[in-house]
């Protein structure tokens, strides 16, 4: 048997399988967004989210079945490369809905930020691993943790710049999740915690732009029972509201043309990324919702359980990131939904269409597996031969 079908056999089955199924529901999620617009080529984007996991189940075989040590040498290059064609798209990308956030490469568009995060993940796991070890002045956590907020700010920044709030938003509890497990005392997040929470309300008043306050203060007003201008600011926050209450236990059914979406009343550009919560709601009801989020428990589980059974804390490190990183989109996407958080354009994990994420998300859970797959380092593990002493009669 080859080393390398061994690996494949050593594969996290029960996590690929957690991961095909989410990706199935969402093919059909997004099938239910589209299927009755008139423009052609919004009504296949079905088939495209299927084309772009075929490529994304390529990258995510390829990285598993590689050990994950690479990230030591080339992490680093990776981080500065999707840094670099993030700040090139801040100023010379391609702008949607106020946002330039998107490059076109040949035939297809990338989003870069999703780049920079995983390059961001991937960063951090080899500083947060390996600094203390190439110089005394790094077993200084004050030290490490300024040289994680340097790795972690400058994309964070641009990523702002460019308007992007909610792909920012999720820099938060990435970062937070990896200094968690980074051997930083707990005293010093205690300390950046209240500091942040303190300086929340400046960069609420003097951060964002009137739009983005327009979003808080309205769901405010729409949980306190307040009247808003449902055809105006609320318009989205409402009718997402509408249809997932519509939905009841188990839904309208599969292409019920009775439905929130089909009126028209989501806009076809977001119900199949932003707002593709409201449309699975309405059409499967709250068992089919409570069926997702089951999924994706199970998957959040199954990634914790990788990250107790890794070989080292680089390993762990770069686990607990992806953990952060779909945890802050899960919560993010289906928060801004149900009101308790502020709207910001964010795709759910392997549900909502998008072309890099999907890529992105895949090549993430393949450092996951690849974690699972080279636990035991072989080096190590391997038993060192025995001299052999014969002794002459």
């Known amino acids: 048997m080859t080393p390398l079908f061994r690996k494949f056999l050593g594969l996290n089955w029960f996590l690929f399988a957690n991961i095909v199924a989410l990706a199935?529901?969402?093919?059909?999620?997004i099938?239910?967004?589209?299927?009755?617009?008139?423009?052609?080529a919004l009504a296949n984007k079905w088939r495209e989210q299927v084309y772009l996991l075929l490529a994304g189940l390529v990258v995510f075989?390829?990285?598993?079945?590689?050990?994950?040590?690479?990230?030591?040498?080339?992490?680093?290059p990776f981080y500065l490369?999707?840094?670099?064609?993030?700040?090139?798209?801040?100023?010379?990308?391609?702008?949607?809905?106020?946002?330039?956030?998107?490059?076109?490469?040949?035939?297809t568009r990338i989003q870069p930020s999703q780049l920079a995060i995983a390059g961001g993940v991937v960063a951090l796991a080899v500083a947060l691993s390996t600094l203390h070890k190439l110089h005394p002045v790094f077993r200084n956590p004050f030290v490490r943790l300024f040289a994680t907020a340097a790795i972690a700010m400058v994309p964070f920044a641009f990523v702002l710049i460019q308007g992007d709030f909610g792909s920012a938003l999720v820099w938060v509890p990435v970062v937070g999740a990896m200094v968690l497990i980074g051997n930083i005392p707990l005293r010093y997040l205690v300390v950046i915690i209240l500091s942040v929470t303190m300086f929340l309300p400046f960069a609420f008043f003097f951060g964002l732009k009137d739009y983005q306050k327009k979003r808080i203060t309205t769901q405010i007003e729409m949980l306190q029972g307040r009247k808003v201008n449902i055809l105006g600011e609320a318009y989205s926050a409402y009718n997402n509201l509408l249809a997932i209450g519509s939905g009841g236990w188990g839904g309208k059914g599969f292409k019920n043309p009775d439905t929130v979406n089909h009126k028209g009343f989501i806009s076809p550009d977001?119900?199949?990324?932003?707002?593709?919560?409201?449309?699975?709601?309405?059409?499967?009801?709250?068992?089919?919702?409570?069926?997702?989020?089951g999924g994706f428990l199970l998957l959040?589980?199954?990634?914790?359980?990788?990250?107790?059974?890794?070989?080292?804390?680089?390993?762990?490190l770069l686990v607990v990131g992806v953990v952060g990183l779909l945890f802050a989109h899960i919560y993010?996407?289906?928060?801004?939904?149900?009101?308790?958080?502020?709207?910001?354009?964010?795709?759910?994990?392997?549900?909502?269409?998008g072309g890099t994420f999907v890529v992105v998300v895949l090549f993430l859970l393949g450092m996951v597996?690849?974690?699972?797959?080279?636990?035991?380092?072989v080096a190590v593990a391997k038993p060192k031969p025995q001299l052999r002493v014969e002794h002459l009669d």
Not at 24 to 29: H, M, P
Not at 63 to 70: A, Q, R
Not at 270 to 293: C, H, K, Q
């Open 270 to 293: 977001t119900a199949i990324n932003d707002f593709i919560f409201p449309v699975l709601a309405e059409v499967w009801g709250f068992r089919g919702s409570l069926l997702m989020l």
């Open 332 to 353: 993010q996407n289906v928060g801004m939904n149900l009101l308790i958080m502020p709207i910001t354009g964010i795709p759910l994990p392997l549900i909502s269409y």
């Open 24 to 29: 199935i529901f969402g093919v059909f999620a």
């Open 31 to 40: 099938y239910s967004a589209c299927w009755m617009r008139d423009d052609a």
């Open 61 to 76: 075989f390829v990285v598993s079945l590689v050990d994950y040590k690479w990230i030591r040498w080339l992490g680093v």
């Open 300 to 316: 959040l589980l199954q990634c914790l359980h990788v990250a107790f059974h890794s070989r080292d804390l680089m390993g762990r």
């Open 369 to 377: 597996q690849s974690v699972w797959i080279h636990r035991v380092d």
């Open 81 to 107: 490369g999707a840094t670099g064609m993030l700040i090139y798209t801040t100023f010379f990308g391609v702008e949607i809905n106020g946002t330039r956030a998107w490059l076109n490469v040949g035939f």
